[in-house]
């Protein structure tokens, strides 16, 4: 069974720039999570999407948006890039419900540098 | 979310017992307790979880106190690669959103 794969796995963009991330979810799993992770904040949700719905976001400027497609992959787009947007973001995937709406497989993570 | 506390850092004997322990003292009565871990650059890993009662599978056992404000992780036989940071985290099961700490860096010792 395939994981969930993200990619770019590794990028580089200047301030002010965009960007867009993908991840394939699990074969089955309709919810996507994304999460960024930085050394001084940590791991820190940023939304969820199930059946191309956002059902939860966390506390992140609208700089950060995301979207899911009808087979479940999904983009997130960072806007006008800020030195701060440097971190791994990751992705993750789970059945969407229930208990196990929080068992969560994640991706190996794309790991953004803003210059 | 119940707040979770965790020890910054433990270091365990290779082929001993890991035991990560996590206090939730403040966790209500519909919240789980999830455990994952990191391996340094890598995604988070998912272990274990419960809500009542001790869980095990084949990676680890959860042992929930009968209060319920607290857990302790259990690695039988610890490995080298088994160092990473573990975080605990105490979640309503349909919440779809986790509340990651600073975790428990856990360095296996040969």
């Known amino acids: 069974k395939a994981g969930v794969t993200q990619t770019p796995r590794y990028l580089i963009k200047t301030r002010g720039q965009q960007v867009t991330l993908s991840c394939s979810p699990i074969?089955?799993?309709?919810?996507v999570s994304w999460y960024q992770q930085t050394p001084g904040q940590g791991l820190q949700f940023l939304f969820e999407?199930?059946?191309?719905?956002?059902?939860n976001k966390g506390n992140f400027p609208g700089r950060f948006s995301g979207r899911q497609f009808s087979n479940s992959r999904s983009e997130m787009n960072v806007s006008t890039l800020e030195l701060g947007d440097s971190a791994l973001y990751l992705c993750?995937?789970?059945?969407?419900?229930?208990?196990?709406?929080?068992?969560?497989?994640f991706g190996a993570g794309s790991r953004l540098t803003v210059l | 979310d119940a707040k979770t506390t965790q020890p910054t850092s433990m270091d365990c004997a290779e082929g001993r017992a890991a035991n990560l322990p996590c206090n939730h003292s403040?966790?209500?009565?519909?919240?789980?307790v999830y455990w994952y871990r990191q391996i340094h650059s890598q995604g988070p890993q998912y272990i274990i979880h419960?809500?009542?009662n001790n869980e095990t599978n084949e990676m680890a056992s959860l042992i929930i106190t009968e209060d319920r404000k607290s857990s302790t992780l259990i690695l039988p036989h610890a490995t080298l690669r088994d160092t990473a940071v573990y975080y605990c985290i105490v979640n309503l099961g349909s919440a779809r959103q986790l509340t990651f700490g600073s975790g428990t860096q856990l360095t296996v010792l040969p």
């Open positions: 074969s089955g799993h309709r919810s």
């Open positions: 403040t966790i209500s009565g519909n919240e789980y």
């Open positions: 419960g809500l009542k």
């Open positions: 999407y199930f059946s191309e719905t956002q059902r």
């Open positions: 993750a995937s789970s059945l969407g419900s229930g208990p196990g709406a929080n068992v969560l497989t």
